[in-house]
């Protein structure tokens, strides 16, 4: 099932305190940046952070769940509505992801 784009957007705006947040559409869903660095999901409207050491220790309550079937499994963040603490989650865990590949060029 599709993601709400209303609820996209809404994640989008609360994690806004990190960076530059986007919401990509992917495979029907969403992949989520913060300054072109992909950090997590929104999946079947939920809320899915790539799991980091660093971001363990915020976490209210860790639940790892895969966000679509044969995923590895992510963070999964019920409180989406503490804007402080979501962009908290996110700047930590993109501090802690590797910084993207660049893209090669085509000839």
Do not use: W
Not at 37 to 64: A, F, H, R
């Amino acid at each position: 099932m599709a993601s709400n784009s209303d609820l996209v957007q809404y994640i989008v705006d609360q994690c806004s305190a990190a960076g530059n947040i986007e919401a990509r559409k992917m495979f029907g869903d969403y992949g989520l940046y913060c300054n072109g660095k992909l950090y997590g999901l929104i999946s079947d409207n939920g809320l899915y952070i790539k799991p980091t050491e660093e971001c363990k220790g915020l976490l209210k309550d860790i639940v790892m769940r895969p966000p679509y079937d044969g995923a590895k499994p992510y963070f999964y963040i019920e409180d989406i509505d503490n804007s402080d603490y979501l962009a908290h989650i996110v700047r930590t865990t993109c501090n802690a992801l590797p910084d993207p590949k660049p893209k090669k060029k085509k000839k």
